[in-house]
């Protein structure tokens, strides 16, 4: 049985490396590849892949936005993140986000075509380490904390915050102030740089 697969990945070189690997493997099919978040959606939803390989950190949406969407629209794809963050905060969110594996890219080349196989089986394939990690430390951050994190994060000011979440300045000022005051942080750039190295942001 042929497990037809959708890559996405912003790098096109990694892209076109990891399609070839699968390739290889000859019982995976690469059905098509996404070079953003919202392109892997569309591709997803058109095709309708068994598995989608994604990375986390792509333009347009992130591989955990796309996962959340697939799980919310009830799309039978299973997807697999495929990432260099080895954060347990991250695997958190990707398994609750709908993800069905996390590997990283320094995993040898022979465990992706594996992993896809025990995915597309109804299992989960998931870094050992990481997941032994994953539930030592709670988030403490709610959806609405690491959306005004993040962009303050980018550089945005208080007001393109608000703007961009429509949310009044003084909500932004709260929602930065409880994550600072959650981090142990010394300003909004210490904060995001903390939930950042926990993969919580």
């Known amino acids: 049985m042929t497990v037809r697969v959708i890559i996405a990945e912003d790098q096109a070189m990694v892209l076109g490396a990891l399609a ?17 978040g919202k392109e892997a959606l569309q591709l997803t939803l058109q ?16 591989g955990l936005e796309v996962a959340a969407e697939l799980k919310k ?20 969110r990707a398994l609750e986000a709908g993800a069905s594996g996390y590997l990283l890219k ?4 022979a465990a992706l ?12 394939a998931i870094d050992p380490e990481l997941a032994a990690e994953a539930w030592t430390e709670d988030d403490p951050l709610t959806d609405r904390e690491r959306q005004v ?35 142990g942080a010394a300003n909004r750039v210490d904060a995001a740089r903390i939930a950042r190295s926990k993969g919580w942001l």
């Open 20 to 36: 070839a690997l699968l390739e290889v493997a000859g019982d995976v099919h690469v059905v098509a590849q996404a070079r953003n």
């Open 47 to 62: 095709h309708k892949p068994d598995i989608l390989l994604t990375d986390i950190e792509m333009p347009e949406m992130s």
């Open 73 to 92: 629209r009830g799309v039978g794809s299973r997807v697999i993140i495929l990432t260099t963050f080895a954060r347990p905060g991250y695997l958190r």
């Open 106 to 109: 320094d995993s040898p080349a």
């Open 113 to 124: 075509a594996d992993s896809v196989r025990r995915v597309h089986a109804g299992c989960r």
């Open 149 to 183: 994190l993040r962009l303050a994060a980018e550089g945005s000011s208080t007001s393109d915050i608000a703007r961009s979440l429509h949310l009044s300045e003084g909500t932004v000022r709260n929602y930065l102030s409880e994550a600072i005051s959650k981090l």
